[in-house]
């Protein structure tokens, strides 16, 4: 394994580790409760997955997963910070309203998980709270995998396997955790770093010779054009959003590619809820994945609102670029309401 692989590794650890210290700094002190200028005006979640904890050793994903109970205590930690619940779509008007004063939250979830509406939907209507589900029709059609579940699946299943890095095809050890980490960077790597399109079909042949089929984690996770239509036809609080054809990082594709992932997501979302979305989610969202070509091309394509995956809480000067909002993870690694606090506190974005 290469050193970057490693180095990153460890990199990632230190940053959880510092992450969590920050969190907890934070709310064994009490200063969420007494620095409130600093929380601006609310806050939108990002989630991904919501779900009973799987009790795996090795889960790299792990960050984009938490529990229904977790998710339970969240919505309650917003309520009680003095959030009040809204549709994303509706957060631009309500922020650009004089009048608005309310301190308001959003929820969002990107990739449209099944999970969603098995585990996540029954909390969202026990709250009451309105939530928006990210899109990518390329995964609920099934011609496109999600390529980080099938690295983790392979990694998990496999003691090693053979892989093109692009020197030549080589055998990379996956058989210790520390080596299943190691091999998981490095197929982040070469994701970020080449063709997006060759490196998700790379992945899915490599997985395919280790026996884990990458389109059946896609048929078991995601949810289908009819699940999506009755949700959205029996659930008044779930919103579909816009998050392109096929999940690339639109900072590395070309004009045309752009235009088209943007405008035709939209098209096929309104096939599975009988409405254009106006919300839209950036693929990755972070400022490798987020400029200014992308925060225009989202806005001249017809969308009032997009968001981030760059953290940080809402004030009324982000109405100047309402399709580049940050948001604020829901992260599998620190499942506590006391961190919930925390963030919505918007205190640790300014220790960053």
């Known amino acids: 394994m290469t ?20 969190l907890e700094m934070v709310a064994a002190s009490g200063a969420d409760r007494l620095l409130t200028a600093s929380a601006g005006r609310g806050v939108i979640f990002t989630l991904h997955h919501v779900r009973p904890e799987r009790g795996f050793a090795f889960e790299p994903n792990g960050h984009l997963s938490i529990t229904p109970e977790f998710l339970d205590e969240a919505l309650l930690a917003a309520r009680d910070a003095g959030l009040h619940p809204v549709h994303l779509e509706q957060l631009p008007e309500l922020l650009g309203d004089p009048a608005e004063k309310r301190r308001l939250f959003c929820v969002t979830l990107d990739d449209g998980y099944r999970d969603n509406e098995r585990y996540a939907a029954p909390v969202f209507r026990k709250h009451r709270v309105p939530y928006t589900i990210f899109v990518t029709p390329g995964f609920v ?5 999600v390529w980080w579940e099938t690295a983790e699946a392979l990694l998990r299943a496999a003691a090693s396997f053979r892989f093109d890095f692009g020197k ?7 058989g210790s955790s520390m080596e299943k980490w190691i091999a998981f960077e490095k197929l982040a790597a070469f994701v970020e770093q080449n063709s997006e399109d ?28 009819d699940e999506l239509r009755r949700l959205s036809a029996n659930d008044d609080l779930a919103a579909l959003g816009a998050h392109t054809l096929t999940h690339p990082n639109l900072a590395r594709v070309g004009d045309t590619r752009l235009r088209h992932e943007l405008q035709q997501s939209a098209i096929e979302v309104a096939g ?3 409405r254009v979305p106006k919300a839209f989610a950036y693929p990755y969202g972070g400022r490798y994945a987020v400029g200014p070509r992308e925060i225009a091309a989202a806005r001249e394509n017809g969308y009032t609102v997009a968001v981030t995956t760059q953290p940080g809480v809402l004030d009324a000067t982000l109405l100047d670029a309402p399709t580049a909002l940050p ?8 499942q506590r309401k006391r961190y919930v606090r925390a963030l919505v506190s918007g205190l640790p974005f300014k220790l960053m």
Do not use: P
Not at 141 to 145: A, L
Not at 327 to 334: F, I, P
């Open 198 to 225: 060759d490196a998700v079909t790379a992945i899915e042949r490599a997985a395919l010779d280790c026996n884990v089929d990458g389109r059946q984690i896609v048929d078991d996770e995601i949810m289908t054009a």
């Open 327 to 334: 948001r604020v993870s829901l992260n599998g690694r620190y």
């Open 168 to 174: 030549g095809m080589e055998t990379v050890r996956s």
């Open 272 to 274: 599975y809820c009988g």
């Open 141 to 145: 059609e099934r011609t496109r995998t």
């Open 3 to 22: 050193s970057d692989a490693m180095r990153s590794t460890v990199k990632r650890s230190l940053k959880h580790l510092a992450i969590r210290a920050g």
